[in-house]
C-alpha cells in the first residue's frame, strides 16, 4: 500500500467531561504520541472546518439541530448522556466537519483519518449514547448529494451497534451498513444490512474469523465508491464497556484484514469508541489503528 494517509485533528475535539466514562482526552493523547513518532513526520494532518449546519442536515432534523443550537434540553437530546453546552456541542460540529474532510481526503488520497468521529448512535432526530451528530452517515450524504460517489460500505467494528447509522440508511440501496459487535450489550440493535452479534467473551480467533468470512460475502456482494471503516477499539479484552475478549494483537490483525480487503477502494477511518480500564490502552489500540493505516503493521 503506498499512499500516505492523511490525519485530520484539532485541539478543540478535547472536551472537558470531567469524569465521565468517554475519556475525551484521548484525542489529545493520540495526537501526541503521532507527533512523537518518526514515522508519521512526513504525514499530513490537516485541521478541520467545524460542520455547517446545511451539511448536518443532510441527516438530522431540523427541531433537533435546533434544540443542539439553542442549547435545549429537550427530550430529543438527553439520551445522550453527555451535558449539553456550547463547548460540547462546538465540538461536535468540529469532529463531524474532520470526518467530512477525511472523507474527501480520502477520495482524494485514498485513505484518511479523522483522529476523532464514529459517533454512531446519533439518530436522525435524537441524540444517544455519548452521540450528538452522526458524523460518518453526514460524510456520507454530503459526498452522495455531490455526486462524488454513489455507494458506501460502513464497516462497523465498534463493541456496540452502530444503530443510529443502521436506522439511518435502513431503506437506502446505496449504503450498506455491516456490523459486528457484542449481541448482550448496549444498545437495541437496529436492523442493518448485516449485523453479526458476537457471544460475550469471544476471543482473537472466533472474532476474526467471523469478520473475514462476512467481509468475503460483502465483497462478492456490494461493490462500494467509499469504505468508511467505524474502528471503535472497545471489543478490547480489558474495556470496562465491553464484554468480548479480543487481545490487542488481535485488533490489530483486524486493522490489518480491513485495510487489506478493499485495498483499491478509498477508506475513511474513525476512532469511535474505547473505554479500557487504563486510558493509555485506549489511546494505545487508537494509535495501533493509525500504524496499520500507514502501512508500518
Ligand atoms: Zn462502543
Do not use: W
Request: charged content about 25%; glycine content about 6%.
Amino acid at each position: 500500500m503506498s499512499a500516505l494517509p492523511i490525519f485530520i485533528y484539532s485541539d478543540r475535539y478535547n472536551m472537558d467531561l470531567g469524569e465521565h466514562v468517554f475519556p475525551s482526552v484521548k484525542y489529545r493523547y493520540i495526537r501526541e504520541a503521532l507527533r512523537q513518532d518518526e514515522r508519521f513526520s512526513e504525514h499530513k494532518f490537516l485541521e478541520p472546518l467545524p460542520l455547517s449546519y446545511e451539511e448536518a442536515a443532510s441527516v438530522h432534523k431540523k427541531a433537533y439541530l435546533e434544540d443542539l443550537r439553542e442549547l435545549n434540553f429537550s427530550k430529543r437530546v438527553y439520551r445522550s448522556e453527555l451535558p449539553l453546552n456550547r463547548m460540547i456541542v462546538d465540538a461536535f460540529f468540529l469532529a463531524a466537519g474532520g470526518t467530512l474532510l477525511a472523507a474527501e481526503m480520502a477520495l482524494q488520497h485514498r485513505l484518511g483519518m479523522n483522529l476523532a468521529g464514529g459517533f454512531h448512535h446519533a439518530f436522525a432526530d435524537h441524540a444517544e449514547g455519548f452521540c450528538y451528530l452522526n458524523d460518518v452517515a453526514i460524510a456520507i450524504r454530503v459526498l452522495q448529494k455531490q455526486k462524488r460517489i454513489r455507494k458506501a460500505l460502513v464497516i462497523d467494528l465498534d463493541v456496540h451497534q452502530g444503530n443510529g447509522t443502521a436506522r439511518i440508511f435502513r431503506s437506502s440501496r446505496s449504503v450498506y451498513t455491516f456490523s459486528v459487535h457484542e449481541e448482550k450489550n448496549y444498545p437495541p440493535k437496529e436492523k442493518g444490512s448485516l449485523n453479526v452479534g458476537l457471544e460475550s467473551g469471544t476471543s482473537d480467533e472466533q472474532y476474526l474469523e467471523a469478520l473475514e468470512k462476512n467481509l468475503e460475502y460483502i465483497k462478492s456482494k456490494f461493490k462500494p465508491d467509499l469504505v468508511v471503516y467505524v474502528a471503535g477499539v472497545d471489543p478490547y479484552e480489558n474495556d470496562r464497556l465491553g464484554g468480548l475478549s479480543v487481545s490487542k494483537e488481535g485488533m490489530a490483525r483486524r486493522d490489518i484484514l480491513v485495510r487489506d480487503y478493499f485495498q483499491e477502494v478509498p477508506m475513511l477511518a474513525v476512532l469511535a469508541g474505547g473505554y479500557a480500564i487504563n486510558t493509555q490502552d485506549t489511546v494505545d489500540l487508537h494509535v495501533q489503528t493509525c500504524e496499520v493505516l500507514a502501512g508500518f503493521r
